[in-house]
Nanobody
Framework: QVQLVESGGGLVQAGGSLRLSCAASGNIVRVNAMGWYRQAPGKQRELVAAITSGGSTNYADSVKGRFTISRDNAKNTVYLQMNSLKSEDTAVYYC???????????????WGQGTQVTVSS
């Protein structure tokens, strides 16, 4: 089996920073793309940032210049550094990973359990 374990959420004042981590573990051949999504109350889950195994990144327009996604391939871990946080960043943040388990060509998407980020204004 595969598990994605997130950490780093919490309560922070507007303008502050948080760093989220997500570690993949289990029967893994390779972790391909990884990303962070978020879901605010009453809203659909949306992509925040994603990173390929080669390090290419993309971001939602709302977080560009404030959030940075990175990864440590040796640890199968992805990070999300969030700076200049705003109240509208308040949401449950979910880690997502495209993981090959049996062979490189056989892969599935997995989700973490979610971590709450609350930004007080």
């Amino acid at each position: 089996q595969v598990q994605l374990v997130e950490s780093g959420g919490g309560l922070v004042q507007a303008g502050g920073s948080l760093r989220l981590s997500c570690a993949a573990s289990g029967n893994i051949v390779r972790v391909n793309a990884m990303g962070w999504y978020r879901q605010a109350p009453g809203k659909q889950r949306e992509l925040v940032a994603a990173i390929t195994s080669g390090g290419s990144t993309n971001y939602a327009d709302s977080v560009k210049g404030r959030f940075t996604i990175s990864r440590d391939n040796a640890k199968n871990t992805v990070y999300l550094q969030m700076n200049s946080l705003k109240s509208e960043d308040t949401a449950v943040y979910y880690c997502n990973a495209d993981i090959s388990r049996i062979s490189y060509s056989v892969h599935s998407f997995y989700w973490g359990q979610g971590t709450q980020v609350t930004v007080s204004s």
